[in-house]
Structure formats: C-alpha cells, structure tokens
C-alpha cells in the first residue's frame, strides 16, 4: 500500500497503505483456474476464487499462505487472483452487480465494509464463524467491533496496519540520540540533531501527499481533534490546524526540505538521508531489499491530547450471492486455517489480527511485533458510509498547506466546504 490517494487507499492503492497493496501490478504467480465449482462430484475437491489486492511486494507472501493450505487437505482447492490494487474496487463493483467471475471469498478494506454491507453485497459471517470453530474474541476487538453492523458481522480481519515509526538507527546514534522519541519534546529534538544540510541529511522528511492519509488523521487524534463530530466534518478544528502548522514549521526549519514530491521521504530514507518517517507496516520488505539498518517503533505521541494512531486492516468478506454450502464451508475451513497459520503474511511486514498468532512465540520474535502494542488505541476510519468521498477534499488542500501555497486553516476551512457539498450540506 504505498501509493494512495483516499482511505480508501486504505485504502485503495496502500497504498499509502500504504503499503502493502502496492499499484505496481502483477499477479504474483495467482492466476484463476475458475470459480468454485460447488459440492462436485464425490471425491473432487470443492473450488472456490479469491480476490485480492495484493499487486506489490505483499503478494507473493499470502501466494504461499494460499498454497500451503492447498497442499494441507484434499476437500478444497482455492483459486486465487491478484487484481491490481487502484483498479480493485471498480473491478469488485463490475463483479458483484452482473455476477460475472464473481469472487466467493474476497479482502476488503475496513472502511469499505460498511457502505457494502449497506448496499446489501456482503453477507453476514456469524454462521461460518460459528460452523467453522471461528471466535471473534481470537481477533483484535477494535476491527471486529468495526465490523460488526447491527449485531452481524461483515469481515473477519487479516491484519491491523497502523501508522509506524521507521527510523535510521546509524544516523540517529551519529547524533547521540540514544533511543527512538515516544512524544513531541523527543521528537522535536532528535529531528534537529540529525539534521545536516551540508550533507544533505534531514530529521524528518515532510511528505506533502501520501502517506498523509495516515499522518494527518493521526496527529488530529492525538491533539484531541475529530475528524467527523458524529453529524459533520471537524477536520477544520483549532486542533486539526496546529497539526498542520507543526509539520509545515519543520519545513520553514529545515529540519526537512520543502517541496517534497511523491515518494520523496521514501527515497531519501532508502539513501540514508532521512533519519525518520512515518508509513505503513507494508514497506519493511522494501527496507529489508535494501539493507538498511533501520529500527521499527509506534508512532509517538505528537499531539497534546492523547496517545492515538490512524490504521487500516485487511478483512475477508463473502458476498451476497454466494449460496453454495460446500462452498461456504471451504471458506470458512480457509479463515480457519488462517487464524493460526498466517506467519507469512506477518513476514510481509503486517500484524496480524488473530490473537493467537500475535501471541505465538514466532510473531514475537519479528521486529514488527512492536507494532502490535499500539491496538489499544488504534483507529479507523469514521463509520460513516461513502466517507472515502467525503474525506477526498482534505489531501489536496492538506498538500498546498504543506507546500505553503496556501494558509492552513483557509485550506481546511475549504477542505470543509468541499466535503459538505459532497454530502449535500
């Protein structure tokens, strides 16, 4: 998930998420062999197709998740496709309205959930849950509660990605700072000793777009601001705006160059020339390639209001029209294995969901396993149906803030404007 431009990025190209599901295309080796062919003939496994996102590095990793439990029984056989992550949702959308290839089984984004299920494409999975020996007090709560709409549940979640804290261990020791920064005085601090313009080095890189999708709700959170105040948009609040004029002051610093492009913190991290970013569990493949002697900590706490964290999650969600009982029951023999053999998909960069595995000794021993202490008190996106769309007018603002083309809370206060006129206010 590495490139997005809405949550939905988290959303729909995570990216941003991102990072992830990436947009760089390919199938990973996944190429469908037909949809499921129901309860067949006695002794011929039951197929069934998958949709994914994972068009990136992240792939490959539940490519083999798949094909172990190919391997591991003799009743189902899943067939499983990659759709390129930008396109996904169009493709889903022409999928689940003319049945034509529909998956059987398919990821969805957590904040996609609640406008399928009221547009009345998602089925309920409290049946197969319970069919397959599946307790949602495995999962972390936060995504089961998310989406759980009037008393059904709509996805069980793969993983929780939040925001994290990467950080250059070399350059951080360089300047003395010991450990990495866990609130704003630490921060503030450690970013202007590792800068050195002479050589080209900067604390922290400001980017100007994504992953903004998940800094800027993040830093909102912390400094006691909303988003959405349960019947509007709040993100032109005194609290959203003094987010933004801390991330721009480090630009009129120089603790960070102006004008950062697309990509642009990523690609002075990978050349050892930004000491600390924020972005998602999906790019420690990308780090680990280039052997960087990086650290992975939660983000710190920024704001001054609370300790609080913007992140996504991956779900398995069946829609509707999926009838067929042997099916059904492959799907939930599939989340079932899942729940406690997903090791690969952890390897990828992503925390798991399922408790058992955040509890095994294996997850534990991965340096992403720090992620997993910031799921008390992580956040979704608002449960607010199309909030995709709505949200959409922040990032452009949000960058001509960031580039100092315009006041921040002229372009919050515009950013508002836009959303309410999306919503018919």
């Known amino acids: 998930m590495k490139k997005a431009t809405t949550w939905l990025s988290v959303l729909t190209v995570f990216a941003m998420v991102a990072t992830g599901c990436s ?23 039951t197929e069934f197709l998958f949709w994914t996102p994972f068009s990136g590095a992240d792939g490959p990793f539940m490519k083999e998740i798949v094909d172990k439990y190919n391997a591991s029984q003799d009743s189902y056989k899943i067939n499983f496709v990659i759709q390129p992550n930008g396109e996904y949702y169009k493709q889903l959308d022409v999928a689940l309205s003319t049945g034509k290839d529909r998956p059987d089984l398919m ?41 759980t709409i009037e008393d ?36 503030d601090a450690a970013v202007e000793k590792v800068t050195n313009k002479d050589k080209g080095i900067y604390g922290y890189v400001v980017p100007t777009l994504w992953p903004q999708q998940f800094i800027f709700p993040t830093l909102v959170w912390q400094n006691g601001g909303e988003l959405w105040n349960g019947t ?30 697309q990509d ?27 052997g960087l002697n990086y650290g992975v900590a939660p983000m710190p706490q920024i704001g001054k209001a609370k300790q609080a964290v913007f992140g996504g999650s991956h779900n398995f969600a069946i829609p509707k029209d999926v009838k067929d009982e042997a099916i059904i029951a492959g799907i939930g023999d599939f989340l079932k294995y899942v729940s406690t053999n997903s090791l690969e998909w952890a390897e990828s960069g992503q925390a ?56 921040p809370q002229k372009a919050m206060d515009d950013a508002a404007a836009k959303s309410k006129q999306a919503i018919g206010k």
């Open 352 to 407: 798991l969901a399922a408790k058992p595995m955040i509890e095994s000794a294996e997850f534990k021993a991965l340096p992403q396993s720090a992620i997993a202490e910031s799921f008390s008190y992580v956040q979704f996106a608002p449960n607010v149906l199309n909030w995709p769309t709505i949200s959409e007018p922040i990032w452009g603002e949000l960058n001509s803030a960031l580039l100092g083309k315009k006041d």
């Open 264 to 290: 642009g913190e990523n690609t002075l991290f990978l050349q050892g020339k930004n000491a600390i970013q924020f972005n998602g569990p999906w790019m420690k493949s990308q780090f680990d390639e280039a």
């Open 23 to 45: 947009n760089n295309g390919g199938d990973a080796g996944g190429n469908a062999e037909g949809a499921g062919n129901g309860g067949g003939d006695k002794g011929k496994k």
């Open 152 to 187: 059904k549940l709509y996805g069980i979640p793969l993983d929780i990605h939040p925001l994290v804290m990467y950080y250059n261990k070399d350059l951080l020791e360089a300047a003395g700072v010991t450990s990495p920064p866990t609130n704003r005085e630490e921060f």
């Open 232 to 261: 509007d948009v709040a993100y032109n609040s005194p609290e959203a705006v003094e987010m933004i004029q801390w991330l721009r002051g480090m630009v009129d610093k120089g603790v960070s160059p102006g004008n950062v492009q």
């Open 107 to 147: 990821i969805m984004h957590l904040d996609q959930i609640p406008t399928y299920a009221s547009k009345g494409q998602l089925q309920e999975m409290d049946t197969l849950a319970g069919a397959a020996g599946i307790n949602k007090t495995d999962y972390v709560e936060a995504a089961v509660n998310y989406a």
